[in-house]
């Protein structure tokens, strides 16, 4: 763990002042980071558990942040996990390429000075450039001035079904990725999950005293959000062009955050991989998945719960909600009325989030990745039964459109379901939030990612672009193999892009595999995407592609996805 520096025995050029202390990174292989600094003035651990995060206060203290904090509290599986977790978790890390001195022939001169800070230049010629650095500040010239260099931020924002994950996670180590693109600064950020993070309580005797327990993770993001706007400036970052980024639960967080008030200040664009809106669920299948851990745990109010560990808690969740233990996808934000709206897709159709630019998209296989996980016996168990459920909610017009579409699937027997299931769980809800958000006049680029793994069974399945897009070509679990390096660097330079300037396109000049990508807005004309293929990346109309099945599939966003 972190402790406070008492000593004054720090590198002082590694040590950046917050409005909660001072924090001391560490540099390590072109990149400077700093971990575990927490963005809560209380973590919530004890009476503050189920409630909502509290603001930091000042603090002149100097401290580490040199390790991660803990994920939050899960069961076993995820990569996260492996570094430990605990219910005092709510900690972020920021990243950023170490500053270099740059060109030219002049030699060690004295140009400037900063206060009591001394400027030199080593080997280079005036004009705009990063000259000096200082610990995680770098300073240019521009006309005989000098200022500090302000980098676009992006916020990685983790998936695993709001069930589990963390920023410890090796895929979020962005070494790789900054040592590429050096010109953003990263921050990886830890929420509340599961029977913590999305538990609806307020239905108990004693509920009235937890109003926000059913989305205390999202509002655990919006407080790092506001610590990065408060405080990204003194690490070189522009607080007023900041990306949220996610995949999976992480993508659905970064389209339901622009429906919280408030929320919209902290942020202008959103990069969502596999995620949206549909990944809510109603205040009645929240209370019921309350009612079914209260039954099991033989617990009849708030305070009884209390009295239980966080790892008694999860060792009961687990088998009937988990997601690896289950294939749960049950545990999501609720469409409250007070966080977020009760029809998030009429919110996004009104215009809500117009005025944040999006790029967003989804893989051809993604259910794909849950089939592979389980196997097929295990897969067709549970999607008989989600099927069944699902199908109990719907028309009798309806059911015959969907058996309709589960007819028309040929192949092996998981096939049928893993379709339907990729189109209502994932595909269809990112090209509806395209739609939605393109008619109430806001920006959508929306992408197709069709690079298939080499692993049995995945294909172009689910987080199988992750070790793509953060540069870590040896994680291959998803993948199975090393992607094209051009591709890879390609698609990384285009998620840049966006984050810079608002417009993931690329000339031939910017682009890694020397060709010019123009990424035309999504309009519903030509709705068109971009295709993400390993060695053509190109775009195409959706109607060509056929992503989605307008008449049998596309109206089951409708009905969200648990």
């Not at 001169?109 to 705009?128: D, H, I």
């Not at 966080?310 to 009961?316: F, G, I, P, T, W």
Request: aromatic share 10%; with cysteine.
């Amino acid at each position: 763990m972190n402790q406070k520096i008492v000593d004054g025995n720090y590198d002082k050029s590694l040590a950046v002042k917050c409005i909660n202390g001072t924090f001391v990174g560490k540099k390590a292989d072109g990149v400077i980071s700093f971990k575990g600094i927490p963005f809560v003035g209380q973590q919530p651990v004890g009476n503050l558990r189920w409630k909502a995060p509290v603001d930091v206060t000042p603090d002149d203290g100097v401290y580490e942040a040199y390790n991660y904090g803990k994920a939050p509290i899960q069961e076993p599986g995820d990569p996260a996990a492996e570094y430990g977790t605990s219910e005092d978790c709510l900690y972020l890390n920021v990243w950023k390429a170490a500053g270099s001195m740059v060109n030219g022939p002049l030699g060690r001169r004295t140009l400037a000075t900063e206060g009591a800070q001394e400027w030199s230049m080593v080997n280079g010629p005036l004009g705009r450039r990063t000259l000096a650095t200082e610990g995680a500040q770098e300073w240019s010239m521009v006309n005989g001035q000098w200022s500090m260099e302000k980098k676009p931020v992006i916020v990685w924002i983790y998936g695993g079904a709001f069930d589990v994950g963390g920023a410890t996670d090796p895929m979020y180590d962005l070494t790789n990725f900054l040592n590429e693109n050096p010109d953003v600064i990263v921050v990886t950020i830890n929420y509340r999950i599961n029977v913590l993070g999305f538990f609806h309580l307020s239905h108990l005797p004693d509920g009235k005293d937890y109003p926000d327990a059913q989305n205390l993770g999202l509002l655990d993001q919006i407080k790092a959000l506001k610590w990065v706007h408060e405080n990204i400036a003194a690490f070189g970052g522009d607080p007023d062009n900041v990306t949220i980024w996610g995949e999976s639960a992480g993508a659905g967080s970064c389209t339901l955050l622009p429906l919280i008030p408030g929320s919209q200040q902290y942020f202008k664009r959103v990069i969502a991989q596999s995620g949206a809106p549909a990944q809510t669920r109603s205040a009645e299948q929240a209370i019921a998945c309350t009612n079914s851990l209260m039954e099991k745990l033989g617990c009849k109010t708030v305070a009884d719960l209390l009295k239980i560990s966080a790892d008694d808690l999860m060792k009961v969740w687990a088998p009937i909600l988990g997601l690896y233990s289950a294939l749960g996808i049950r545990t999501m934000p609720e469409r409250d009325g007070k966080y977020l709206p009760l029809n998030p897709w009429e919110a996004y159709a009104n215009g809500a989030a117009k005025d944040i630019e999006f790029l967003q998209g989804c893989d051809k296989d993604e259910m794909n990745t849950f089939m592979a996980a389980l196997g097929e016996e295990a897969w067709n168990a549970w999607a008989k039964g989600r099927t069944e459920e699902k199908l109990a909610q719907l028309t009798d017009q309806e059911k015959a459109l969907v058996q309709s579409y589960l007819n028309s699937i040929q192949g092996e027997s998981y096939e049928a379901t893993v379709n339907l299931y990729s189109q209502m769980m994932f595909i269809a809800p990112q090209i509806r939030l395209s739609d939605e958000q393109t008619k109430a006049g806001g920006k959508s680029f929306t992408y197709y990612y069709r690079v298939e793994s080499s692993q049995p069974f995945i294909k172009a399945g689910h987080a199988s672009e992750l070790p793509v897009i953060f540069a870590h070509p040896e994680i291959q679990e998803f993948t199975g193999r090393a992607y094209d390096e051009a591709f890879s660097k390609t698609m990384r330079k285009m998620w840049v892009q966006f984050a810079k300037t608002g417009n993931p396109s690329l000339t031939a000049a910017e682009s890694p595999d020397g060709k010019a990508h123009e990424w035309p807005l999504y309009d519903l004309k030509d709705r068109q995407v971009m295709v993400l293929d390993e060695f053509d990346i190109h775009t195409a109309k959706e109607a060509d592609l056929k992503i989605v099945d307008w008449e049998r599939t596309f109206f089951l966003t409708n009905y969200y996805m648990p």
